[in-house]
């Protein structure tokens, strides 16, 4: 059973950090590129951030590039994203999710506000 746990989110002020984990069983966890991706009020849900098996190769939106690294340790089976400088905007649902087989996370909420 493939399971994909997030953590970490939770209400940050404008400016902030949060980070967040994903752990993953079931699957062989350094066979799958991962991304992360959300779900903000009145948007599509868009994928902020997908990294290679080895997590060499990294790509972000342009709504979070130099603010947010997404890093694995296939070791743990974890995927993270670090936030930084986090904006109100960035409010939403956060989910990690495989690149193939399209495996997701529960979601866990992220809020920035004052």
């Known amino acids: 059973q493939v399971q994909l746990v997030e953590s970490g989110g939770g209400l940050v002020e404008p400016g902030g950090s949060l980070r967040l984990s994903c752990v993953v069983s079931?699957?062989?966890?350094?066979?799958?590129?991962m991304n992360w991706a959300r779900q903000t009020p009145g948007s599509e849900r868009e994928v902020v951030a997908s990294?290679?098996?080895?997590?060499?190769?990294?790509n972000y939106a342009d709504s979070v590039k130099g603010r947010f690294t997404a890093s694995r340790d296939n070791a743990k089976n974890t995927l993270y994203l670090q936030m930084d400088n986090l904006k109100p905007e960035d409010t939403g649902v956060y989910y990690c999710?495989?690149?193939?087989?399209?495996?997701w996370g529960q979601g866990i909420q992220v809020t920035v506000s004052s």
């Open positions: 999710k495989t690149q193939r087989d399209n495996y």
């Open positions: 079931g699957l062989p966890f350094n066979k799958y590129g």
């Open positions: 990294i290679s098996t080895s997590g060499q190769w990294i």
